[in-house]
């Protein structure tokens, strides 16, 4: 054999070690693709699934990246995030959509009937509150000490409250809204319950704190919190062509609210989300059947 062939055999064979793993005859691990999420229970259940599925349907390592959701958004649309999985539209997250949508990929509708509120225990009166109108009442606003729960600043759901305030002029009655993390303003809901204590927070649907405690919303006769919300996948630009395959199935990644809540609650009394979200996938092959690329 020529100096040359040999030269040229040395070549081929160094290069195959490498594309096996430097010879060990496995496959070099694919890329993780990032996923932007929030520590809220709804986007923490599609995610889970989401990321349970790419990674054993599809072997689509995965690595689940915890921001805000206005960094997500950015992080999306500079492309140092592949996907989020919780864009609220048209009403919620519409000033992030706005600064953002030109430089992202709406990859499409995960699902429906999405909606945000302030909703109270139900053993409120409803005959003394049934609508964010009536926290303006001297003796409402003394029972519920004036405060408002909310959760993170900056959120699409503290961005309505504040409209809401304005809406209602709950300020110049008395009112602060307080800004909490999505924990601390369950556990404000956690401390009064027993003691048939009067709250009011900010909430949204699918969430399972309706499973674990009877609430109600409160009418919005001003429609500051809007309507019916959609939840979107939104990918960066290059998501498609470096990810074919997970684009294809968050393309076709869809749930009900009934999914979400389930899966939710389940991770709520376990806690713990990835177990819940392999529960849900293994119980719902046809569902799972629909999403993966054909």
Same mark, same amino acid.
């Given at each position: 054999m020529s100096t040359s062939s040999i030269k040229s055999c040395i070549a081929t064979l160094t290069f195959s070690a490498v594309a096996l793993g430097a010879g060990t005859g496995t496959?070099?691990?694919?890329?993780? &693709?990032k996923i932007g999420y929030t520590n809220w229970a709804d986007v923490m259940a599609?995610?889970?699934v989401a990321k349970y599925v790419l990674e054993t349907k599809l072997k689509q390592p995965v690595q689940l990246v915890n921001a805000d959701i206005g960094i997500q958004y950015q992080g999306v649309a500079r492309g140092s995030l592949e996907v989020m999985m919780g864009g609220w539209l048209p009403v919620t997250h519409a000033t992030y959509y706005e600064k953002y949508k030109s430089e &992202? @990929?709406?990859? /499409?509708?995960? !699902?429906? /009937?999405?909606k945000n509120g302030w909703a109270v225990p139900a053993y409120v009166p409803e005959s003394e509150v049934s609508s964010i109108a009536d926290l303006a009442k001297p003796e409402v606003k003394a029972k519920f000490n004036g405060t408002v729960q909310g959760i993170e600043p900056g959120s699409g759901v503290m961005r309505a409250a504040?409209?809401?305030? *304005?809406? !209602?002029?709950?300020?110049?009655?008395? !009112?602060?809204?307080?800004?909490? +993390?999505?924990?601390?303003?369950l556990a404000t809901i956690s401390r009064a319950y027993p003691q048939k204590q009067w709250v009011v927070a900010t909430v949204w649907s699918p969430h399972w704190l309706f499973q *674990?405690?009877? &609430?109600? !919303?409160? *009418? @919005?006769? *001003?429609? +500051?919190q809007g309507g019916e919300e959609q939840i979107h996948a939104f990918g960066s630009k290059q998501f498609a062509s470096k990810f074919p395959q997970a684009y294809a199935f968050v393309k076709n990644f869809k749930l009900d609210l009934a999914?979400?809540?389930?899966i939710e609650a389940e991770g709520y009394s376990t806690n713990n989300y990835e177990a819940a979200a392999k529960k849900f996938v293994d119980n719902h092959p046809e569902k799972v059947k629909a999403w993966l690329p054909q």
């Open positions: 496959a070099v691990a694919a890329e993780p &693709m599609v995610v889970h &992202m @990929d709406d990859v /499409g509708v995960l !699902y429906t /009937g999405g504040e409209a809401t305030m *304005k809406a !209602y002029d709950l300020g110049a009655a008395g !009112y602060k809204l307080q800004s909490a +993390s999505e924990a601390g303003m *674990k405690w009877n &609430m109600r !919303y409160l *009418k @919005d006769p *001003k429609g +500051s999914d979400v809540e389930s």
